[in-house]
């Protein structure tokens, strides 16, 4: 069965410090990977995807992510957080096979950022 | 840009009682998803709809759910007998087309069984 682990519950950081967010899922085929954010009292929001090609994916807000596949590993990163990336992130993998179009979700990462 | 929308953003009832959460996916999607957050843990899959009809669904959604589109915009979830641990932010979600389309949220109904 897929599954999804973030490693990191919880990550506190001071504004224009790096950001990396572990994620990884396991899977043995092909799979679509993404990174969904929540904003406090809002709903999530998609902020990269990843379905093939370069490995390497940039999202919206100066965020990108690197699918590692001998790794099983896809990890949000951001050279330089501010106050209002303060949000909740999550992983998520789909199986990419047709039949199947369940979205796993990791547990999510909980990011504050102090001004 | 289309949103989903659900309705009520806030529902709170006894337990026992039976409740219906509402969702408009967006017009042109073709997958419609119910997934749950308990405060504090983990965005869990309930159940996917396609072509009128459940195409896959998690241990959690037992026989005290199920799902409706009774009307082509409308996308319902119907929680029958409520229990305590039924309390949570239920997400209703739309896809387009295929695996490779991301899910659109809409913003929850955060569900409180007392």
């Known amino acids: 069965a897929q599954s999804v682990s973030q490693h990191n519950h919880h990550v506190i950081l001071s504004e224009a410090a790096s950001l990396e967010l572990g994620c990884n899922y396991s899977y043995g085929g092909t799979v679509n990977l993404f990174w969904y954010v929540q904003y406090p009292g809002q709903h999530l929001q998609l902020l990269l995807k990843?379905?093939?090609?370069?490995?390497l994916v940039k999202g919206i807000k100066g965020f990108e992510a690197e699918f590692i596949k001998s790794k099983f590993s896809f990890n949000l990163r951001k050279p330089s957080v501010q106050w209002s990336d303060t949000a909740e992130y999550f992983c998520?993998?789909?199986?990419?096979?047709?039949?199947?179009?369940?979205?796993?979700f990791g547990t999510g990462t909980r990011l504050k950022v102090l001004a | 840009e289309p949103e989903v929308t659900q309705t009520p953003s806030h529902q709170v009832t006894q337990m026992g009682q039976e409740v219906i959460l509402r969702c408009v996916p967006i017009?042109?999607?073709?997958?419609f998803y119910w997934y749950r957050q308990i405060l504090g843990q983990k965005v869990e899959f309930l159940v996917s709809?396609?072509?009128?009809?459940?195409?896959?669904k998690s241990e959690i959604f037992d026989d005290q759910f199920s799902v409706e589109r009774p009307d082509g915009s409308n996308f319902t979830l119907k929680i029958r007998s409520t229990k305590l641990e039924d309390s949570a932010m239920y997400f209703c979600a739309s896809m387009r087309v295929n695996s490779i389309s991301p899910l659109h949220f809409g913003n929850g109904t955060r569900l409180t069984v007392t």
């Open positions: 709809f396609y072509n009128n009809e459940i195409s896959e």
């Open positions: 990843y379905f093939s090609g370069d490995p």
């Open positions: 017009s042109n999607h073709l997958y």
């Open positions: 998520a993998v789909n199986a990419g096979t047709s039949g199947t179009y369940k979205y796993i």
